[in-house]
């Protein structure tokens, strides 16, 4: 959810004040872009794990404050519930055995965070929803302690006017009937419902629009393939109920206005782009300003220094709009550079299951980037985007749309054609043999077995219920499952379900 904020009320003053200065920062950085200056350097990778706290009946452990005196890291910071963290890894080059290093660094770090989790009487999850939520845990009381949480919360329903309603219709479990959710909510918390893994790639402003619109057309096909958010209050929805929970848990409209076309703020965004700046420029021409709060710094003053300015206005605008591939400005050393924000991961459901969710997205994303004919020039924008809701309600199930092989499925997309593209990616990147074989061998076999966390939740849980268990203690005994498969660290296709 990005920076603190110190102010705890605006006035109309204030909203004007920001407006303008964050108009300023845009055109800050569009003299930038031409002007030039940005750090340039071989492929960078970040990651940003966010984690779930359970206690020990395996529901929500509302401890997040407790666990971080315990876990005293900076690298583990608050999310938005108090059964939430995030852990933030340091960048590092994508080449070499640096993925490697980065699942050694994972494994290490969460497995010494959960042992000092547990003084405070949790555990850490890795997954994309939770279980065992129920709606007495999206009660307002259990935000984070923090003003950025509250005052987000107080700005949504005051632009909204109104209660949210939850409402998705779920892909139904073999066997049984489809089922539907319908939940009025009064608080954004809902949303912490939603775990994910966001991976980052430094990349010069010369390359950032094809790296962005690569990211866009593979979004669909990853959450296909690593869905693991199947239940959401009980209820069996979508194979990667992230995807639309996000959207109503945050939506600032009423229906009025969607039914007005105004744009959600959890927004997968309307057109392929030809620089970073169209989409900085489409956040401020369409989405008024939640958090309006402006620092002292001209941008203007700053560059005519020499200096990278912080356009802090224009990167808190940003944080308040969450585009599952965003745009990141950032200044590092003095030296300003640009990221590809890639959100549509779910948490887990192994840190060898992540990892090579990211070696799979880092090396079809740069294939797909520096190919002689972009793939986003014979495909729709559209078409990228009803993927991204196929991929995320069927998971393997689905029918994806890609250019010069029509309408197929996601093992099937990655079997002939993403997972080559993948390997010749990472070797470009300078990326081991060995590195490459291990995680992308990771993702072959997952298509191969056709088995996702989601799926493997799934079945779990309905063969519980046909031994007679109901739902909710079918969700108990399938989460306890699960968290052993997850310490133990086998990667997802491995998984049996048990009779």
């Not at 065992?132 to 009381?141: G, I, M, P």
């Amino acid at each position: 959810m990005g920076s603190t904020v110190t102010t705890v009320s605006f006035s109309g003053a204030d909203r004007h004040r920001y407006r303008q200065k964050v108009q300023r920062c845009l055109d800050a950085l569009a003299r930038m872009l031409t002007e030039g200056g940005f750090a340039s350097s071989p492929p960078r990778m970040g990651l940003e794990i966010e984690l779930n706290l359970i206690g020990a009946d395996l529901g929500p452990a509302m401890a997040n404050g407790v666990v971080l005196e315990k876990l005293d890291d900076p690298a583990f910071t608050i999310e938005l519930a108090q059964h939430n963290l995030e852990f933030n890894v340091a960048p590092r080059l994508l080449g070499g055995n640096q993925v490697m290093e980065l699942e050694l660094e994972l494994t290490e770090a969460l497995a010494d965070a959960n042992f000092k989790a547990q003084d405070a009487g949790a555990t850490i999850v890795l997954t994309g929803m939770l279980p065992t939520l129920r709606e007495v845990h999206f009660d307002q009381r259990w935000l984070s302690d923090s003003p950025r949480y509250t005052l987000l919360n107080d700005q949504i329903f005051a632009a909204r006017g109104e209660d949210m309603v939850l409402n998705m219709e779920g892909t139904a479990i073999p066997g049984q009937r489809t089922e539907r959710l319908r939940s009025s909510v009064n608080s954004i918390v809902p949303e912490s419902a939603c775990t994910s893994t966001q991976l980052h790639l430094q990349v010069e402003p010369e390359h950032f629009a094809a790296n962005w619109n690569a990211a866009q057309c593979l979004a669909g096909v990853q959450v296909a393939i690593a869905a693991n958010s199947p239940f959401l209050l009980g209820k069996a929805l979508w194979h990667e109920t992230r995807i639309p929970l996000f959207l109503q848990a945050t939506d600032t409209r009423p229906d009025e206005l969607k039914n007005q076309g105004v744009r959600p703020r959890v927004w997968f965004g309307e057109r392929w782009i030809t620089s970073i700046f169209d989409l900085f420029e489409e956040n401020v021409r369409y989405f008024p300003g939640l958090l309006p709060e402006c620092d002292a710094e001209d941008p203007f003053e700053a560059l005519d220094s020499g200096r990278a300015p912080a356009l802090s206005e224009l990167r808190l605008h940003n944080g308040t709009i969450w585009r599952w591939n965003r745009p990141v400005y950032d200044v590092h050393d003095g030296v300003p550079h640009l990221r590809v924000e890639n959100r549509v991961l779910p948490s887990g459901p192994t840190v060898l299951d992540l990892v090579a969710n990211a070696a799979f997205f880092f090396g079809a994303q740069r294939a797909l980037a520096v190919a002689e004919r972009p793939v986003w020039t014979r495909m729709s924008f559209e078409a990228a985007h009803e993927n991204l809701h196929a991929g995320a309600r069927h998971a393997f199930g689905a029918r994806l749309y890609w250019p010069d092989l029509g309408w197929l499925s996601p093992d099937e997309l990655v079997l002939r054609h993403l997972l080559p593209l993948a390997h010749e990616g990472l070797r470009d990147c300078g990326v081991s043999d060995a590195t490459r074989e291990r995680y992308l061998g990771v993702i072959e076999q997952r298509c191969l077995v056709r088995q996702t966390g989601s799926s493997w939740q799934r079945d779990t849980v309905a063969a519980l219920e046909s031994r007679g268990l109901d739902r909710d203690a079918a969700l108990v005994g399938m989460l306890r499952q699960y968290v052993e498969l997850m310490q133990a660290g086998d990667p997802v296709h491995t998984w049996m379900v048990l009779p």
